[in-house]
C-alpha cells in the first residue's frame, strides 16, 4: 500500500532565524555574490535560477519525528531565504538525487527526483513544483525485486522528462538505466545498458542531445566492490537505441564525468581524479590530473583531449561542469587545506576550473565556507552543482560542516554560493591560504603590484634576511617560474607569460602566502 506523503511549509525565515549570510558582496561589473547558509538543509545537492528567484533542492531533517526527507528552498537573487518545503514519509526514509537533478520545465515548473527506502528496495520519485513550492503532482515508481536508484534528469523538448538511473540485476553487476516519461510523470519507455566485461555501469549525467537524443555520462568498474576505472559516455537516439559507446580508459577512479554541448557537433567532456601511481621522495602517493575532452556528437571521437596535472598529493573528485557564454566551468572538491597540499590534515574544500571553448586555461578558485583554508582539521566545505546565472554568473549549492554545538542536522548547513563571471565571491578573488595563518606568520605588509601586469612584477616584503622563496603557477597547477626574494624591493620578469590568471606562492619559515595574478 502507498503511503501518503507529509509535506511541511515553512514560510519566508527572519533575519535573525536561522538564515545567515556569510558572505554578500559586490564582484565583477557589480554583479551580486554571497555566500549562504542556511539550517534548514542539512546538504543541498542542487540549485538553479529561474527569473528573479534561485531555488535548491536538500536533504532536510525532522528533529521531532527522526525523519529524513527531501527539502525544497527559494531564495531572492540576494541569497535571502524566501520559503521552504519539507517533504517526509511517514515511516520511511526520503532523499533527493545527490547528483543533477533540478530542472526547469516547459511550463515554468520545478521537476526534481528522489526516492524512499524501504528497507529491502528503493522506490523512486519524480516531482512537480510551482514556482512557489507548491505540489503540482508526484509519480512514484516502486522497485520489488532490483535496487533502482534516480541519479539524473533532464526535461526534454517534447515536454516529457528523461531520467538516468543504475539498477542492480543480482549477482553483483549493476547497469545503466534510462527512463522516459510524458509530461505528467507517467513512464512511456525504460531502457537498461549492461557493458561487457564489467560488473557496474554507473550513470552520473543524462543530456539532451541535438536530435532529439541523449548522452549519458558514467563510469564503469572492473571489480566486485566497484572500484571504478575508466569514464563512460553512451550517445542514444529519442527512444533509447544505442548509436555509440565510448570507453575512456585513463585508469581514473571515482572522478564524476560531466559534459556540455557546445553546438557543431562537438561535446566538451570533463572529470578529474586519481590517475595511477607516481613516485615522490621515495614514497608512492597518488597522481591527480583535470581531463577535458572535446567530443564527436556523431560517433564519440575524442577530437581534443587537454590534461592539467596539479600537485600530486592533491585529492580531487569533479562532479559538474557548465557552460556561461564562451566559458566552461567545471566543479569538484579538493581533498585538502592548502594549494600546495603538502601535508595531510583532512576536511573538503571546492574549486571551480575554468577553460575557453579550445580548452585554454582561464582560471582555477578555491572555496571555503569560512574564508578560512585549515581553520578546523575536519572541516567540510563541498559543492555540488553549478550552473550559469542570467547576470553572466554561476550559482553553486552544497553543505559545509559546523562545529556550532547547536545545530541540529547532522552537524551540516546547506551551503547556496553565488559566483561572479570570473568564478569568484569577492571581486578580485586570490587562491588564499587561511586568514589566521598569515596575521600570525612572518609574512606580513607584502606588496605585489601591479595587478594586472604586463612585463614585470614587483614585490616589496621584509625578509629579515630569513631566506625567501616565490613561485609562480598556471591556473591548472603546473610551475612556471622559480626564484628567492630579497628584503625591500624585488623585480621579477614575467614578459613571457601569455595573457591570463595565474597565482605566486611566496614562502619564508615554511610560511606560505598566495596571490592570484592576472597578465592583461
Known sequence: MKKALRIKYKKKVPFWGFLFCIISSFGAFGQTTFKTAYEEASAS???????????????????????????????????????????????????????????TTLQGDLITVGGISTGSAFDNLLLKFDSNLDTIWTSRFPEQDTFTHFHSLASVPDGGFIIASYKNTGGGHVVASLLKTDSAGKKLWTKNYPL??????????????????????????????????????????????????????????????????????????????????????QNNVKSYKHFFYKISDLDGHILKRSIATQDAQHVMESTNLCMQGEKLVALGQLRNTGFKFGEWVGGYLSFTLAVDTSLNDLWFNIYSHSNKIGDRPDNWSILYDIRPTTDGGFICSGFYESADPVITRGGFHGWLVKLDSNGCVEQNCTNYVGEEEIENSVLKNIEISPNPFSLNLSIVLETKGLPTSFRIYSVSGKELLVGSLNDGFNKIDVSSFKSGFYLIEIEKEGKKFFQKLVKN
Open 196 to 281: 561487457v566485461d564489467s560488473v557496474g555501469f554507473f550513470p552520473y549525467h543524462v543530456y539532451n542531445a541535438p536530435d532529439n537524443g541523449f548522452l549519458i555520462t558514467g563510469q564503469r568498474s572492473w571489480h566486485r566492490d566497484y572500484q571504478f576505472d575508466d569514464l563512460v559516455l553512451m550517445r542514444v537516439d529519442s527512444l533509447g537505441k544505442v548509436l555509440w559507446t565510448k570507453i575512456i580508459d585513463e585508469g581514473m577512479e571515482d572522478g564524476i564525468p560531466s559534459a556540455v554541448y557546445l553546438g557543431n557537433d562537438k561535446w566538451v567532456v570533463y572529470a578529474a581524479n586519481q590517475v595511477g601511481i607516481v613516485v615522490i621522495s
Open 45 to 103: 545537492y542542487q540549485a538553479i535560477q529561474k527569473g528573479n528567484n534561485y531555488y535548491s533542492v536538500s536533504q532536510v531533517y525532522d528533529a521531532s519525528t527522526n525523519l529524513v526527507g527531501i527539502g525544497l528552498h527559494k531564495f531572492d537573487l540576494q541569497g535571502n531565504i524566501i520559503k521552504t518545503t519539507e517533504l517526509f514519509d511517514s515511516i520511511f526514509i526520503m532523499f533527493p538525487s545527490n547528483f543533477i537533478a533540478l530542472d
